[in-house]
């Protein structure tokens, strides 16, 4: 055969073995696990009680409090697809839950108005809020949501007051905090209700 001086083109590509087929594949990257709603449910409820264990965490515990409040899944709506007042989800003990709402009942008297009037009250720095207090360790006190729909300008104002009432107070002021204690307050829960020690009275004053 003559020499042209011309070099001969693979007969395949680089990295080919010679044999043909496919290349040869690198690791499976495994299938990530679908989780059951009720797992989900219950692991988010797990995370947001040890969460308000920590006054540090306080906020982060009032975001998964409001995921897990009935159709909290619209809060992770893009902004512009939210309607409506914001929700706030306050975690607390379910005998003093159904306390407030039959005492508000029997006065006439609506939840939200009442918190409203409470935000007010200390935005004018007429209410000082009381630092939580926390359930007896170990006990099994049920717990659930309060959701209370508030005026967004008074949301707003109140989250902005929180940092300055935090630093003047010694615990994290959050507007859920500010909101449950004047709900206590307004309708006589004590310190061994939180606790879970006692069962508050249901009957109106």
């Known amino acids: 055969m003559e020499d042209?001086?011309?070099?001969?083109?693979?007969?395949?590509?680089?990295?080919?073995?010679?044999?043909?087929?496919?290349?040869?594949?690198?690791?499976?990257?495994?299938?990530?696990?679908?989780?059951?709603?009720?797992?989900?449910?219950?692991?988010?409820?797990?995370?947001a009680d040890r969460l308000h264990k920590r006054d540090e965490d306080a906020d982060f515990a009032e975001?998964?409090?409001?995921?897990?409040?009935?159709?909290?899944?619209?809060?992770?709506?893009?902004?512009?697809?939210?309607?409506?007042?914001?929700?706030?989800?306050?975690?607390?003990?379910?005998?003093?839950?159904?306390?407030?709402?039959?005492k508000a009942q029997a006065a006439g008297e609506n939840v939200r108005d009442v918190v409203e009037e409470g935000f007010r009250k200390f935005l004018a720095g007429e209410f000082t809020p009381e630092k939580p207090v926390r359930t007896v360790?170990?006990?099994?006190?049920?717990?659930?949501?309060?959701?209370?729909?508030?005026?967004?300008?008074?949301?707003?104002?109140?989250?902005?007051?929180?940092p300055a009432a935090t630093k003047e107070l010694g615990w994290e002021v959050t507007p859920g905090r500010v909101a449950m204690s004047w709900l206590y307050a307004e309708y006589g829960i004590s310190d061994d209700d939180q606790r879970g020690v006692t069962v508050p009275d249901i009957d109106a004053d």
Request: some cysteine; hydrophobic content about 35%; glycine content about 8%.
């Open 4 to 47: 042209t001086g011309l070099a001969i083109a693979p007969t395949h590509p680089p990295n080919r073995s010679n044999h043909g087929g496919s290349p040869p594949k690198g690791p499976r990257m495994p299938r990530s696990r679908r989780l059951a709603p009720d797992v989900v449910r219950a692991r988010l409820t797990v995370l």
């Open 137 to 162: 360790r170990g006990s099994q006190v049920e717990k659930d949501n309060l959701n209370v729909r508030a005026s967004a300008a008074l949301c707003g104002q109140v989250t902005k007051r929180c």
């Open 63 to 102: 975001a998964v409090d409001a995921i897990l409040a009935p159709r909290g899944w619209e809060l992770l709506k893009p902004a512009a697809q939210s309607t409506g007042e914001p929700n706030l989800a306050l975690w607390m003990n379910k005998s003093i839950k159904e306390a407030i709402y039959a």
